[in-house]
């Protein structure tokens, strides 16, 4: 009997594809993208997304501040619609809880959400309530808008284009192990690692400058690690994509943590996931201005670390020789 197991997260997201397609006329986006997109107001498109954060699979309850967990429910959505260039306008927060859950605990979780909500202007407008006496279940619906003329998609990268990633990566899979294995945390090393993987920022700020740009311009966010999230830009964009992993951005504090872990940087790096930083895709002429405006406006680095090729494969390159990892990216059914 075939499970899920078998064909995996995009497997199945394939099958539930073929069900619903095609669509009318409204719908300028459907399934594949960070979000859906479809006809909004004069001018606009309204952009939808939906994320849960599921207890064991996201996170621990008796490990996660409430007030973090809440904070982190709403980013991972804002991420979504800042990976379309948009605004984010509106959420829904659908909870499944414990009847044993604590007024205090559920009460500080809903104070960070709402923190989160008020520092990007988004407004709770409703939401759903269910209980369970298994794994809490917090899903989110962000609703969003881009202008018509700057929506950005996966799907538009080029042979030439430069791919560019904001901020470091690895952190957060890293601050995910140090809690799992807990390990000491006392140093600021840790400290810094942990509040990556508790309270990522969604860089909808960057998104907002990538939009008001004119260039072309592939935009996705990072969830499931850098490898496979670019993979997704270049298989819809029918290109392939050269890295060269010294470039990849580490933060000081990843780099010396994984050395005294005696474990490798680019491996959290390229496949640990929920960086939720940006990686766009646009053409060697905006792309050095592009960084610099980031950089100054927002005080987010951005680094170019490749470079979009013909074919359809993705190769990370060390010296000018295949680089090869020793983990793969986040997917919710495969046992790898
Ligand atoms: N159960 C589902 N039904 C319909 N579409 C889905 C479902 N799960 C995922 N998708 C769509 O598949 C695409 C990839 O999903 P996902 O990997 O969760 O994206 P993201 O990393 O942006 O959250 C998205 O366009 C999403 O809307
Ligand atoms: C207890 C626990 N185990 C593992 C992880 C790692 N993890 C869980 S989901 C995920 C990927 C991102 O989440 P997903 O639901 O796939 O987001 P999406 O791609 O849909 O935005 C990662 C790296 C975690 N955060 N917590
Ligand atoms: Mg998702």
């Not at 010294?246 to 960086?275: K, M, Y």
Request: glycine content about 8%.
């Amino acid at each position: 009997m075939l499970t899920l197991t078998d064909i995996g997260e995009f497997g199945l997201i394939d099958l539930i594809k073929k069900k619903f397609m095609p669509y009318g006329p409204e719908t300028i986006v459907g399934i594949d993208d960070d979000c859906a997109v479809v006809t909004g107001r004069e001018g606009f498109y309204t952009l939808y997304t939906c994320d849960s954060q599921v207890e064991g699979s996201h996170f621990i309850a008796d490990l996660v501040p409430p007030y973090l967990l809440g904070q982190k429910v709403l980013t991972v959505n804002l991420s979504d619609i800042a990976a379309m260039g948009g605004t984010p306008r509106f959420a829904l927060l659908s909870l499944v809880l414990r009847p044993d859950i604590s007024v205090e605990w559920i009460d500080t979780f809903l104070e960070g959400f709402r923190y989160k909500a008020n520092q990007y202007a988004v407004e709770v407008i409703g939401g759903n309530l269910a209980h369970t006496e298994g794994k809490l279940i917090f899903d989110v619906t962000c609703i969003g808008e881009v202008k018509r003329n700057r929506l950005l998609l996966r799907n538009q990268a080029r042979v030439g284009d430069l791919i560019l990633v904001t901020g470091s990566l690895g952190d957060a899979a890293a601050g995910l192990k140090i809690l799992l294995e807990e390990q000491k945390m006392n140093t600021t090393r840790e400290q810094y690692l942990l509040n990556r993987y508790f309270l990522p920022e969604p860089r909808v700020d960057v998104g907002r400058i990538l939009a008001e740009s004119p260039n072309r311009i592939a935009l996705i966010d990072i969830s499931d690690g850098f490898a496979q999230d670019l993979g997704h830009i270049l298989k819809q964009s029918q290109v392939g994509g050269i890295v060269d992993v010294e470039r990849i951005p580490l933060s000081q504090q990843l780099i010396s943590w994984c050395t005294v872990q005696n474990c490798f940087p680019l491996d959290f790096a390229c496949s640990g996931g929920e960086d939720y930083e940006l990686i766009f895709v646009t053409a060697p002429q905006s792309a050095d201005e592009l960084r610099k405006k980031i950089q100054h406006e927002i005080g987010i680095p951005v680094t170019i670390v490749g470079e979009i090729t013909a074919g359809s494969k993705l190769i990370f390159e060390k010296s000018e020789q295949n680089y090869e990892f020793h983990t793969q990216g986040w997917n919710h059914f495969s046992s790898f």
